[in-house]
């Protein structure tokens, strides 16, 4: 957890906030009757250090909340905090799958898409919507296979669906309810 240290001239006493975002930020007095500047942060830290369990059920608490998609989905703030976790995932999956089909690919990314779920480009770049994080699984390992599959096969043709369906074989009933998918 990262925590963030503010000296503060008007402070009297260390102070803790979190932020809807549940950033940590720790405001402190530049002096201190007792010690002088040099110790305010140090104190600050210990002081921390011994908050630490209620810090971090706090925390614990906002990233809760915040996984409520209707909240703010697609905002940047939504798409920062969760775009290491998307990332993961996504390379979780994506090295699980193409155990499978051994595919060559350069790179795995995550973004903010606007109106798709993932994309496989002519560089064998592929890119996932950061949302796919909070799709059921079945649905994210059926956006992961298709675009491992555009890897081998560019195309919509009957040969990709093919290459799709070996491994999940209701590919295009999970296709008609998803929307798009490059
Ligand atoms: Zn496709």
């Not at 480009?121 to 956006?143: E, M």
Request: hydrophobic share 40%.
């Amino acid at each position: 957890m990262e925590i963030f240290y503010k000296e503060s001239k008007r402070a009297r006493n260390v102070r803790i906030k979190i932020n809807f975002y549940g950033k940590v930020e720790v405001v402190y007095p530049a002096k201190f009757l007792l010690g002088g500047k040099k110790s305010a942060k140090k104190y600050a830290e210990k002081f921390v250090a011994q908050k630490m369990p209620w810090i971090e059920k706090q925390v614990a608490k906002i990233s809760r909340k915040n996984i409520n998609p209707v909240l703010k989905i697609d905002s940047r703030e939504h798409f920062l905090i969760h775009k290491q976790q998307a990332l993961d995932f996504v390379t979780e999956r994506v090295e699980f799958w193409n155990q499978k089909y051994g595919f060559q690919y350069n790179e795995i990314r995550v973004k903010k898409l606007k109106s798709n779920w993932g994309t496989c480009s002519s560089k064998k770049v592929l890119t996932f919507n950061y949302k796919i994080l909070f799709l059921a699984p079945h649905v994210a390992d059926y956006i992961v296979v298709h675009e491992i599959c555009h890897l081998r096969e560019m195309n919509h043709s009957a040969r990709f669906w093919a290459l799709v369906e070996k491994e999940i074989p209701n590919a295009r009933e999970l296709q008609k309810n998803i929307g798009a998918l490059d």
